[in-house]
């Protein structure tokens, strides 16, 4: 195996955010379980996990130019165009080394779809590479979809509230508000973005972090849509666990959680880059306080602007949280949504969320900010039936009717059935002989091929 291992190499391309770097590492950790080393290259911007699951990896970092103020004042999508307009150079002679100063036989590079700059260096040296999503598929199908239609009708539609409440011909029960727009930056930028990255080209292959059980007819579009294969090997977070936490994690909740009962506490938590308005903030506060449930509230440092932390926040919202509540500033998520004591995740609907909420059978309120979030939390109420969402004007009333519905009522009890047995369904498709797992089995096989 040790022999193997030193020849054939996969090159990993993450993007630099909490939720992009998480389930490319847990690739890079299955398949590093089957024989390949991995090279995992970084730009000066990433950061990712000093785990030491991840010590047997190799990592590389390219140069990029951005100053300080482009950082800040840019904006995710349009840092995104910059990204991978500056590092296009940088990655083809990293590449460049690896194959002729160390001799390296690259048996891929996987590249997260957002990271399209690889695709120069692949073409130039002729290596397979391989789109990687980190979204849902459907997720996926509405950027395909988005990058074909007309821009200036499409941002008129989308202006006028009778359209946008209307369902997306094609993508029923999506509707137009639900597609992948929203924030980031304004609509032309994002929908340049999308063709680039749904524009394959040099990509042999797509890896989807989700499963049939979830997503079939999103799957079988892309699988025909594509023309190329599509491998959905999800969920990572089950197939291949690996701690990959940028932040430090506060464990003094698991304590706070085993002295709660049983089903009863929600916990709050909108991911890695949702920020928050101070007046809904308090209105979840009122709300929550309201419920009379316990909850366990995940605000991260510079999630609130003009606030480092939740020190600008009213005197009242100290008050509110007092009693029921638990604040941390990052939470071991995963160790969170396992614990017998929560009862419902609160979330953005972030594509890991979402996995991780349906892997362990607990059912959502969602609150979807931005992209892929929406689409997520439309499926998580109208396909999967296992979450509630809450549009609109965010009201005291609205947060404490929606915990009373997941907590108390007969009908959240019936969400946590259907949410358990998708876990169980999740748990499966991973197992050997699962369709996730056996897709996984295809992907490997198929570079074996390329390779031979
Ligand atoms: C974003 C998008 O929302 C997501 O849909 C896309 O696929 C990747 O980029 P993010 O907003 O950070 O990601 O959300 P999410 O995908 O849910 O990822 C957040 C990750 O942070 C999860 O794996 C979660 O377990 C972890 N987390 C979050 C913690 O470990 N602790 C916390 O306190 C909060």
């Known amino acids: 195996m040790g022999e193997v291992r030193e020849k054939r190499r996969i090159v990993l ?39 030491k699951e991840f010590s047997d990896f190799h990592f590389l970092t390219i140069p990029g130019s951005l100053t300080e103020s482009d950082l800040k004042n840019l904006g995710p999508f349009r840092f995104l165009v910059k990204l991978n307009q500056i590092c296009e150079a940088s990655f083809k002679q990293c590449i460049c ?7 390296d036989d690259i048996a891929c590079v996987v590249y997260d779809e957002y990271m399209y700059f690889s695709q120069t260096a692949v073409k130039e040296f002729q290596l397979p590479s391989v789109l990687f999503s ?58 340049k973005v999308y063709s680039e990255t749904v524009n394959i080209r040099t990509a042999s292959a797509v890896i989807i972090n989700s499963t049939n059980c979830l997503e079939s007819s999103s799957l079988a579009w892309l699988q025909k849509e594509l023309q190329v294969p599509v491998y959905p090997i999800g969920p990572l977070h089950i197939a291949a666990a690996a701690p990959s936490s940028l932040l430090e994690e506060d464990r003094s909740c698991i304590e706070w959680l085993n002295k709660q009962k049983l089903g009863s506490v929600i916990y709050i938590s909108l991911g890695s880059l949702a920020l928050m308005e101070t007046k809904d903030v308090l209105e979840m506060a009122w709300g929550l306080s309201n419920s009379n449930q316990p909850f366990l509230w995940v605000i991260r440092p510079g ?30 998520q995963m160790e969170v949504l396992r614990h017998p004591a929560v009862g419902a995740f609160w979330s953005h609907c972030g594509w890991n969320s979402t996995l991780e909420s349906i892997g362990e059978g607990v059912p959502m309120i969602c609150r979807p900010y931005t992209g892929d979030q929406k689409v ?16 609109g004007e965010l009201g005291k009333g609205t947060v404490e009717r929606a915990v009373e519905r997941l907590i108390l009522d007969e009908e959240g009890a019936e969400m946590r059935k259907r949410a358990i047995d998708l876990k169980e369904k999740l748990e499966a498709s991973v197992r050997s002989g699962g369709s996730s797992c056996s897709s996984l089995e295809n992907f490997v096989n198929s570079l074996k091929m390329k390779n031979s």
Not at 25 to 41: N, P
Not at 317 to 332: C, D, M, Q, T
Not at 376 to 388: F, H, M, P, S, T
């Open 376 to 391: 997520n939390a439309r499926y998580l109420e109208r396909v999967w039936r296992i979450g509630v969402q809450l549009e």
């Open 303 to 332: 999630s609130i602007p003009a606030s480092e932390w939740i020190e600008s926040l009213p005197e009242e919202f100290s008050r509110l949280v007092s009693e029921r509540g638990y604040i941390v500033k990052w939470a071991p």
């Open 97 to 103: 080394q690896l194959l002729e100063e160390q001799g």
């Open 134 to 191: 980190t979204t849902s598929a459907t997720a996926f199908v509405c950027r395909s979809v988005l990058a074909s239609v007309n821009a200036e009708t499409f941002l008129t539609d989308m202006k006028d509230p009778e359209v946008s409440d209307k369902v997306f011909p094609g993508l029923d029960p999506l509707r137009y508000k639900d597609l992948p727009t929203s924030a980031f930056g304004p609509l032309e930028s994002i929908l």
């Open 13 to 51: 391309v993450p993007v630099p955010a909490q939720g992009h770097v998480t389930p490319i590492m847990q690739l890079g950790k299955a398949l590093y379980s089957k024989g390949f080393s991995i090279t995992v290259v970084l730009t000066q911007y990433n950061r990712v996990s000093s785990s």
